[in-house]
Structure formats: structure tokens, C-alpha cells
């Protein structure tokens, strides 16, 4: 492992720690995993498995290492692989928690009491999954099977998927793509023609200029991005973020933009105004290979920096001298789509801006801006062909959202209130690894929507909030103890990677592939799932692909020469732009069409109210979401969120460091329990700041339960992405309660 480059990386991360430097001997069980950066333990590194890690969806392959009690010990990034180059972030080297957590879902539990009360019973696993096949064919019979619907978050999904399409549904949505990154796709499809995915074609180590807007790197621990923009930053490339907070990459930036939260549209009309009106955008490029030029060169001259002063509070001098550097760097300059984009409802065209700022600059297939990426194919298992959907999502959805690809959660979750849709509710819900209690916005509506459901089955590893609802819950054993597809993403070059068990299941827990196939057979839709174990479905895949399981097993990780072409265009390797024009479309003809902007447009939005604060929230370098909050070895290096709020806030309300304050939205919603606050200048004055993830409120999460604050909650209102269904979630404002009030309401 490349010792620099790692304490390079912990370095970046506010509070960054390396794992291994945290003494624990004489641990429990619950903490082992926290030992192995040591690397003390030589003798007791028996043998390595392979696997990636599921802590979050960037999949770095690693190598799971037991000791010679057979006991899992540590997982190492896997050197050969382009996600991590051999190292994992604190989380992924953290990951082994999962597996010790003593307060993991142990065996079925079918509810016996009302929803929301902890009223189950323990069942086999005959039993959970009879009772889930009998309820699915009762649905199936009197409602139609289109309103089952999957929500999936993690690798178990494409089984899951195949068993809901062979049921007759295909009502299939994560928490990815409207409460994520669903309106930077559909922009960058508008007008490249594709969208990004996952892992992101940026190709951040060859870049010269790097614009952040509302991406934290650094605490958004995406671990190649991270690593990349850490060797660009020695290398002397310009960093640009745009955030109210001063984040950690801010600190890291030559140029910090602080800017008044939902605004952002304003200042990326200023850079193409500017950018335009100097003659600094690429004229071969944009001759060749866009369309709409004119046009957008007439709309844009309103928007100079001087207006866009008033609007988001930056110097307009400050906003020239950005739009050059990113001019002296073109094409190798990357203005970052972002991931987590679904902030205020306008996302879609805010993610458009960023596109057009992007091909004006030329920075689309050019080394140093967006690389071409590839992927390899994945032959199918054989299966039968999918029977006919009755009523397709899309149908569900009629006119709403018209450039969504893909089935939204949030509309699944609005249409299965009564009411809500003419002719059609969902009546049962599959929700796999998802925290839908935390990730959907509104909790309270989810909740409405679950009182009204058929059937509900959770498939989660630990008791998290949303098991609490659930009809049957499904332990599914860690990814540490299991087989699961193979992953198969896009990249530089074409590299799929192997996750096999280290352990055997602890508890009464079992792999995603073994509940599915379970579960179709007592479906009756056995025929598709008919392999003999997960072996053989796996290795029938990689026979097809020049290698097989037991090469699989060694390498962990195997790279395929690319058989698309350069990395990059050039006149022997044209781009192609799949869109109707066949060009990058700066001016949406599409959106025209349709009845929206063609053109991004700037909206004010909603000030905070007088007293109140607007409600931001982020990532922490050692916690994804709310799943790793009660991780025991996470937990130990992070174990609460805090209140970030601003000095001139603080004095205003007296507050004091570490205070423990209570916080209400707009709507008069309270969190249950109190959190500390931080006095920090790094937060704007007009909003306040908090880590998502924590505030659980389910006790089952002995280490988590009540410690800090749930941002879910307090987001009530949502702004729709009225193009592609996105939740925007950063309208919301807050303010503080010092006395305990809900020992207010016992009294
Ligand atoms: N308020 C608010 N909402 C958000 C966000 C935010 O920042 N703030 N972020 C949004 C974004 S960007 C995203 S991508 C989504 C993320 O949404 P989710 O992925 O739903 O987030 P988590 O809260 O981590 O919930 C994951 C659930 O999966 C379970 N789990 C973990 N490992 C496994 C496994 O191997 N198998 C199974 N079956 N279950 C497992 C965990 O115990 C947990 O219950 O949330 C979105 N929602
Ligand atoms: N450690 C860790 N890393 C993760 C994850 C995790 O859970 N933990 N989750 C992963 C996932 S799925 C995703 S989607 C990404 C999300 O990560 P990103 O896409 O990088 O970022 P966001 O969560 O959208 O944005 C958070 C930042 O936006 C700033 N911000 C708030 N309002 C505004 C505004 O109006 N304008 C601007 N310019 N900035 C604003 C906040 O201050 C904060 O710094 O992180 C990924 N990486
Ligand atoms: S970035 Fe970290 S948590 Fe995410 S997959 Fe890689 S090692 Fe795991
Ligand atoms: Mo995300």
C-alpha cells in the first residue's frame, strides 16, 4: 500500500483516521476488525478471500484476510483494482464492523401487532417466505401484480429485479436516482446524449482545473475521485468549490466560493455569460459538435457577474477571474456534475448548466475533462422470457416527469396513499437495503403510505428504522459472508470484480441470491433461477467471459483490454452524441418539446423566515448514510452528528459549544431528541449544517439509538424536479429549542 498517498487521502477528510492507528487490544469481538491496519499480525494471515465493498456504492474490490482462528480480521484494498488502487477508505477498512455488530437482524420476523410498534415473532425461514409467497399471489390475484413494487438500494437488486419481472411488476426504484443523482443524468442525456453513472467518467488526474459545486470531496470519501483530485492538487491543479460551507476540499481550493445556498444557477449563467461574451469558450469544439450556440449566446446577455452579485452574494471580479482559470485550463478543466443533486427542485436545469458550461469549454472526451468509458458485457444466465406488464410504471406516472428513464421511489411512495393516483395504488411494497424511514424525504408521508400497504418485506441486515414497519423482515447476512453478482461497472478500462464469503452467515441469516431463489420457488417461478447454487450461476457468467471462478477466486479483480476505442476523441475517433440532433444540444429542442426551459433558467427560491435557518446537510468522511451509524468500529471514530451553526447565530441565541439544543422545521416538526452544537465560521450565518445519518430513533441500534440528529425528518417539504421526479430537499428551514420540549408535551 502506497503509505503517502493513504495518510494523503485520511489527511483530506476532516478528522480522517487511519483506522489502524487506534490501539484497541484487548477489543471484543464487536471490534476486532479495528486491529488490522496494524499489520502486527503476519502469522495469523492465513488466506484472503476477494470481495467489494457494499459500506457504499463506489464497490472497491478488496482481499478479506482471516487469522488463524479463522475469524475474519481485516479487508485491504485490492492493488489491481481502478476503484481503490489498493486502498479503502476508513469506512470500507471499517466495513468488518458490520459483521461483528452484535445487534444485527438475527433471524425472520413476521409482525404480529400494529405497524410502527416492535410486535414480531421469530419464524423460519420457511415460514417468513411462505407467508411472503402466499400474500404476493393474493395481491397478484385481486390487485395485479404491477402494484408490488421493489425498492433497492446495493448489489441484491438484480435478483431481486428478476424475480419482480418474472412476477409481472416493474415498479423497480432506488433511492439513486431521484433522491440522488437522477437529475444530473437526465441533464447530461439532454444534452450529451448519456448520462454518467457510477463510478463517474471524470478523469480527475489528468485535470488542470477542478470545479466543486456542492461536492465535497474529501467528505464525500468516493475513493478513486478523492485520491485522483489529491495527486492533482500536488501537481498544482486549480480547485474551485462553490459551497456555503467551508468544506474540507474548500480548504484545499485556491478559489472558495461562499456562495448563498440555491443560488448556484445564477452564478453558472455568470461563468457562460462571461465565457461567451470574452471569446473564451473552445470554437473548434463548438462548432463542430454542439448546436444552439446562438441562441444561447442571446440568452445569456442579462446574466453578467454584476447580476449575479445580487443574487448569490459573489464577487463579480471573483466570478471573472474563476471563468479564466477554468478558460486557461480548457479542455483539460472539469466543472463536476455532483452526485447527491435533488436540492431545490430545479435540479435538472441546474445540471444542465453545468453540461453547457462543460461543452463550452470542451471538456467532454478530452483527457484531463470526461474520458469515454467502457464496460463489458455480461452474459445473461438463461432464463425464460419475462411475462407482459400489464401496467408499466411509466404508465403509472402518464404525463408527470416525462424525462425520467427510470421508476421513481417517491412516486411509489405518493402512489400508494389512496387518492393520490385516478386508477391505480401500489399495494405492496419489497424494500431492500434501503432505509427508506432516513432516505426518503418526508418521513412522515412514508409512513402514511405504509399504513395503507398489503404487504410490506424489508430484506435489511440490521434493525433499522424501516424493519420496524415491516410485515416480514428478511436478515440478509453481510456482504462479508456472501456471493452476490458480479460487479460490472464502467471505467477507464473494462474490469468486473468477485465477492465471495469469507464466513459462513452468522445467526439465521442468508445471502440475497439463496432468499430470492427461496422465494421465487414458492412463487412458482423457480424456472428463473434454475442453478444449481450461486457457483455455478457465476461461473456459468465467467466461462463466457474468458475466465471462471476459480480464476476469480485468485485475481478478485480482472481488467479486459477496451475494444471501443481511445479514452478520448479525436479526429479517428469521433464522439457520438445520442441525441436527436446527433450533437451536443446547448439549446433543448427536447425540453422545448415538452413545455419546459430550453435554455436554464434562474428561479429565486424561498428565503429562510425570520428566526429560522436554512437546513443543509453532508457527508462525514467515516459514515455512509444512516447505514453505518451503528457500525462499532465506525461508531467509535464518529459517534453523533452535531448542529454546525455560525458564531453570529450563536451569540444571537446564546448558544454555547457542545450545547444541546433541539431543532423544528417550518412546519412545526421537532426532533425527538437533542443535539449538540458546533460554533464554527465554516457555516453561513443564513443556514445551518448536519452530517446525515444519524437521529435513529429504533432502540434495536444499541450503539446509535438517539445520539445526534435525523436531517429526514425535518425535511417536510419537497421540491419535485417537474422533469424527472427529483426530490429537492434543501428548501427547509430551521430553528432552535433550548428547553427539552417534549418533556414539555409529557407534562
Ligand atoms: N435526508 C436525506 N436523505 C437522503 C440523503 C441525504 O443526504 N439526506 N441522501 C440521498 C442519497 S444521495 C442516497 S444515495 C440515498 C441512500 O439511501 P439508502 O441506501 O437507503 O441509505 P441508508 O440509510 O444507508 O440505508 C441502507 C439500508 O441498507 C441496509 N443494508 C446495508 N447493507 C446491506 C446489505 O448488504 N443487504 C441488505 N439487504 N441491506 C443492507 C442498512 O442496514 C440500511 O437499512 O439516500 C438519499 N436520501
Ligand atoms: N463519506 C461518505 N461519502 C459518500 C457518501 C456517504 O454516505 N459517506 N455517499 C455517497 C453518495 S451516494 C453521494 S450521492 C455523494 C453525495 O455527495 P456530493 O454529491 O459531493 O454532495 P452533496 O451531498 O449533494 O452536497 C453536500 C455539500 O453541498 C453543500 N451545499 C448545500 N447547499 C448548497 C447550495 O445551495 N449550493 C452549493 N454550491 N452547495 C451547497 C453542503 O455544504 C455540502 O458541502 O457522496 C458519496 N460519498
Ligand atoms: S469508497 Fe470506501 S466505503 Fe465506498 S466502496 Fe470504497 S472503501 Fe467502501
Ligand atoms: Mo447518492
Not at 411462505?130 to 395485479?144: F, M, Q
Amino acid at each position: 500500500m502506497n503509505r503517502r498517498n493513504f495518510i494523503k487521502i485520511s489527511a483530506l477528510s476532516a478528522g480522517g483516521v487511519v483506522l489502524g492507528g487506534i490501539g484497541l487490544s484487548g477489543s471484543t469481538p464487536s471490534v476486532r476488525g479495528q486491529e488490522a491496519g496494524k499489520g502486527s499480525a503476519g502469522a495469523d494471515f492465513l488466506h484472503r478471500t476477494p470481495t467489494y465493498c457494499e459500506i457504499c456504492f463506489w464497490k472497491c474490490a478488496g482481499w478479506v484476510y482471516k487469522n488463524d482462528r479463522g475469524e475474519i480480521w481485516k479487508i485491504i484494498g485490492n492493488e489491481n483494482d481502478p476503484h481503490c488502487n489498493g486502498r479503502l477508505c476508513p469506512r470500507g477498512t471499517g466495513g468488518v464492523g458490520s459483521y461483528y455488530d452484535q445487534d444485527r437482524l438475527k433471524t425472520p420476523l413476521i409482525r404480529t401487532g400494529p405497524k410502527g410498534k416492535q410486535s414480531f415473532k421469530r419464524a423460519s425461514w420457511d415460514e417468513a417466505l411462505e407467508y411472503v409467497a402466499r400474500k404476493l399471489d393474493y395481491i397478484s390475484k385481486v390487485y395485479g401484480p404491477e402494484t408490488v413494487a421493489l425498492i433497492t438500494h446495493g448489489s441484491g437488486g438484480k435478483l431481486l429485479t428478476t424475480l419482480m419481472k418474472a412476477y409481472g411488476s416493474d415498479a423497480i426504484a432506488g433511492p439513486s436516482h431521484a433522491q440522488c443523482k437522477g437529475p444530473r443524468e437526465t441533464a447530461f442525456s439532454l444534452t450529451f446524449g448519456s448520462g454518467l453513472e457510477s463510478p463517474e467518467p471524470l478523469d480527475i488526474r489528468d485535470t488542470r482545473c477542478l470545479v466543486l459545486i456542492g461536492s465535497h470531496l474529501g467528505e464525500n470519501m468516493h475513493n478513486t475521485q478523492v485520491q485522483e483530485m489529491a495527486d492533482a492538487i500536488d501537481r498544482g491543479a486549480t480547485i474551485i468549490t462553490v459551497d456555503p460551507r467551508f468544506s474540507t476540499v474548500a480548504a484545499k481550493s485556491k478559489f472558495w466560493l461562499p456562495i448563498k445556498p440555491a443560488t448556484d444557477i445564477a452564478l453558472l449563467l455568470a461563468w457562460i455569460h462571461v465565457i461567451i461574451n470574452k471569446g473564451w469558450y473552445d470554437k473548434d469544439y463548438v462548432e463542430k459538435y454542439t448546436i444552439g450556440f446562438d441562441k444561447l449566446k442571446e440568452y445569456i446577455q442579462p446574466f453578467s457577474p454584476e447580476w449575479a452579485y445580487g443574487i448569490t452574494t459573489l464577487d463579480p471580479n471573483r466570478i471573472r477571474e474563476t471563468a479564466k482559470e477554468m478558460a486557461n485550463a480548457a479542455p483539460a478543466v472539469i466543472v463536476h456534475p455532483g452526485r447527491h443533486v435533488t436540492w431545490y427542485g430545479d435540479d435538472t436545469q441546474r445540471s444542465r448548466a453545468i453540461a453547457i458550461l462543460n461543452a463550452l469549454l470542451g471538456s467532454w472526451g478530452r483527457r484531463g475533462g470526461f474520458y469515454l468509458p467502457e464496460a463489458r458485457e455480461i452474459p445473461e444466465y438463461p432464463h425464460p422470457l419475462f411475462p407482459p406488464v400489464r401496467k408499466s410504471w411509466r404508465d403509472v406516472l402518464g404525463d408527470l416527469y416525462p424525462f425520467t428513464d427510470l421508476p421513481l421511489a417517491n412516486a411509489i411512495v405518493d402512489g400508494s396513499i389512496p387518492g393520490n393516483l385516478k386508477d391505480f395504488q401500489y399495494r405492496g411494497w419489497i424494500v431492500n437495503g434501503s432505509n427508506l424511514n432516513m432516505t426518503m424525504p418526508d418521513t412522515r408521508k412514508t409512513l402514511e403510505a405504509i399504513q395503507h400497504l398489503e404487504l410490506l418485506v424489508v430484506i435489511d441486515t440490521m434493525p433499522m428504522e424501516i424493519t420496524g414497519w415491516a410485515d416480514v423482515v428478511l436478515p440478509e447476512c453481510t456482504y462479508l459472508e456472501r456471493y452476490d453478482v458480479l460487479r460490472n461497472d464502467h471505467h477507464r478500462e473494462p474490469v468486473i470484480a468477485l465477492r465471495m464469503p469469507a464466513a459462513e452467515p452468522k445467526y439465521d441469516s442468508k445471502p440475497d441470491w439463496w432468499i430470492t431463489r427461496e422465494l421465487a420457488r414458492k412463487m412458482g417461478l423457480g424456472a428463473w433461477f434454475d442453478w444449481k447454487d450461486f457457483e455455478e450461476f457465476l461461473d456459468y457468467k465467467l466461462r463466457r467471459m474468458d475466465s471462471s471462478l476459480d480464476e476469480m477466486k485468485h485475481l478478485g479483480v480482472k481488467k479486459y483490454e477496451r475494444t471501443s476505442g481511445d479514452l478520448y476523441i479525436s479526429d479517428v475517433n469521433p464522439p457520438v452524441f445520442d441525441t436527436p440532433s446527433g450533437k451536443i444540444e446547448l439549446y433543448s429542442t427536447q425540453l422545448e418539446q415538452a413545455g419546459f426551459d430550453p435554455l436554464p433558467r434562474y428561479t429565486p427560491h424561498e428565503e429562510p423566515p425570520e428566526g429560522f435557518y436554512r437546513l443543509i446537510y453532508g457527508r462525514a468522511p467515516n459514515h455512509t448514510f444512516s447505514r453505518t451509524s451503528n457500525n462499532p468500529n465506525l461508531a467509535a471514530l464518529m459517534p453523533e452528528n452535531k448542529i454546525w451553526v455560525n458564531p453570529k447565530v450563536a451569540a444571537n441565541w446564546q448558544l454555547t459549544e457542545d450545547q444541546e439544543v433541539w431543532l423544528k422545521n417550518q412546519d412545526g416538526i421537532i426532533t425527538p431528541f437533542p443535539a449538540k452544537v458546533r460554533i464554527t465560521e465554516r457555516i453561513r450565518w443564513d443556514s445551518v449544517y448536519i452530517v446525515h445519518g444519524f437521529g435513529h430513533t429504533d432502540s434495536r441500534l444499541t450503539r446509535t439509538f438517539g445520539k445526534g440528529v435525523s436531517d429526514s425528518a425535518l425535511i417536510s417539504r419537497v421540491h419535485t424536479d417537474p422533469i424527472m421526479g427529483g426530490t429537492g430537499m434543501r428548501g427547509n428551514f430551521v430553528t432552535f429549542i433550548t428547553e427539552n420540549p417534549n418533556m414539555e408535551v409529557k407534562a
